[in-house]
């Protein structure tokens, strides 16, 4: 049966109402600097995305108020969503970060749930990629599947964090194929290319950008995007191949489709509608720039924007898919 993943994600790619939200949000503006909340230390990629928000704003003066970057990472992001609801009703603090709001609730015991938050929108998408290292004997996804179901959990594959995107991925890959990965968890996805294009693993399942790098040295191949369809990025990385040219990994006979990290942005709860309304104005103006257009693409990440309902929808769709795989793997907080 083919799964897939945050496939609503997909289909609401474009969803802008900002016609809606100047005219609501015209009766509140902000008064004094905005807060920008990161659920991530400095440099990673939520904090790389909080921080194009916040310099796009800022030379577009699409703000009349400065804006500070703060980062709370602590509790794998957990700390940055306790803040919010600790400010429930606080006009000036938005909060970054991506589905780690509504996966951390599931599998640890922290103090918030998804009612103190109030989801603004999901900005961009960070597609994954089944890699191999440049020198593995598994040339096709095909081969490297077989093996896993010919030598059970003797294959390794990398991911960054326990309980977390790649290892959920690592799980339907599992399912799906009727194989077994042994999963081993880094500190970060940068970390487990090293490793992968030292040989030390046989697969990961790394963003683009994560990857980049080795790519372009050859240190590793990728086998199959976790999209519906091709990648939309034709300039060349390694050789004559761009990332337009990597294969779906549905079409190589592992149909999992439309597997996506959202980068999400949230208020705190109990902040009142139109409120809402100019934050969601202000990141479709962001949304639509140069700047923004320019970081998507050094970033390799998808050009998604959702929000009111149907950011809801996808959300629950989501978390759905996840307390699935959470529950298989007996991973749900007790």
């Known amino acids: 049966m083919k799964t897939k993943y945050m496939s609503m994600l997909a289909a609401a790619a474009v969803l ?11 009766g509140w503006a902000p008064s004094k600097p905005i807060e920008f909340v990161v659920s991530a230390g400095p440099g990673g990629g939520s904090d ?3 921080r194009v928000v916040q310099s796009i704003a800022e ?24 803040a ?5 009703g606080d006009t000036h603090k938005l909060l970054f970060g991506n589905n780690n709001a509504w996966l951390l ?4 015991k922290v103090a918030y749930g998804m009612n103190d938050l109030t989801p603004l ?12 290292p440049a020198a593995s004997p598994y040339r096709t996804v095909e081969s490297l599947l077989a093996a896993t179901r010919e030598q059970p959990r003797q294959l390794k594959l990398g991911g960054t964090q326990s309980k977390d995107g790649d290892h959920i991925l690592t799980e339907l890959i599992n399912e799906a194929s009727g194989g077994q990965f042994t999963y081993v968890p880094f500190k970060s996805g940068s ?6 294009a030292g040989s030390h693993l046989d697969a990961n399942t790394n963003n683009p950008s994560e990857n980049m790098g080795q790519w372009k040295a050859g240190g590793v191949r990728p086998l199959c995007v976790f999209s519906s369809k091709p990648l939309q990025d034709d300039r060349k990385v390694a050789g004559d191949m761009s990332l337009a040219d990597i294969p779906t990994c549905a079409s190589q006979g592992l149909p999992i489709e439309d597997y996506v990290l959202p980068r999400t942005v949230f208020t705190p709860g109990n902040v009142q509608p ?3 309304a100019f934050y969601i104005d202000l990141l479709a103006k962001v949304r639509d720039t140069d700047e923004w257009r320019q970081y998507l693409a050094n970033t390799a990440q998808s050009d998604i924007f959702a929000t009111g309902s149907e950011l809801d929808a996808l959300i629950a769709a989501d978390a759905a898919m996840a307390r699935r795989v959470f529950e298989n793997q007996g991973w749900l907080v007790k």
């Open 105 to 108: 609730p599931m599998k640890a």
């Open 59 to 82: 030379k577009h003066k699409l703000l009349n108020v400065p804006v500070v970057v703060s980062n709370k990472g602590g509790g794998a992001g957990a700390e940055t969503f306790m």
């Open 191 to 196: 970390e487990a290319g090293v490793q992968l």
């Open 16 to 26: 802008v109402t900002q016609g809606t939200a100047m005219a609501a949000g015209a």
């Open 121 to 132: 929108a999901v900005m961009a998408g960070d597609d994954f990629v089944l890699w191999v």
């Open 274 to 276: 139109e409120v809402v």
């Open 84 to 88: 919010g609801r600790a400010s429930r």
């Open 48 to 50: 790389q995305f909080a």
